[in-house]
């Protein structure tokens, strides 16, 4: 029989509190690893009627969130997106963006956009557009992420 088998390090009050504090700090500013996500909703038609968030990061849904939403063609068959983003800081902000595209059938298409950073003045109202990679695009999602606090976000 092997008597040097590893056995894990008993839990000492010292490491439960530093648990503790980089939970609590991840939460407090904001969550970790988080990227607020945009889906349109649609009417009868197909038609964007607004907008749904998911906001896990409550910090950067406040720099940047989206107020609007408009979908066009380009060369007759290809979705172009365009959405307005808001901020309601007293500074300017910096954050990420990139587009994810769909098929009918809920399939990704194509890669995923890169992400682009942009820069947001305090009060502002920016727009970042978009155009699909190929006409097989029915739907589409854009991800927003912290740029300033990248312990808060996925990948940029």
Not at 30 to 38: H, I, K, P, R, S
């Amino acid at each position: 029989m092997n008597t040097n088998t590893l056995h894990p390090r008993p839990r000492t009050p010292r490491t439960s509190a530093l648990t503790f504090v980089a939970l609590s700090i991840c939460l407090i500013t904001g969550g970790c690893n988080l990227t607020n996500t945009v889906r349109p909703t649609r009417g009868g038609e197909g038609a964007v009627t607004g907008v749904t968030q998911t906001a896990p990061n409550w910090w950067l849904a406040s720099k940047a969130n989206v107020v609007e939403a408009r979908e066009s063609t380009v060369n007759g068959d290809t979705k172009k997106v365009q959405v307005s983003i808001y901020s309601d800081q007293m500074q300017q902000q910096r954050f990420s963006y990139r587009f994810e595209w769909f098929d009918k059938s809920g399939m990704r298409i194509g890669g995923m956009d890169s992400w682009k950073s942009l820069m947001i003045l305090p009060k502002q109202t920016i727009v970042v557009d978009a155009t699909a990679p190929s006409p097989q695009v029915s739907d589409w999602m854009l991800q927003i992420s912290d740029t300033n606090y990248p312990w808060n976000s996925s990948d940029p």
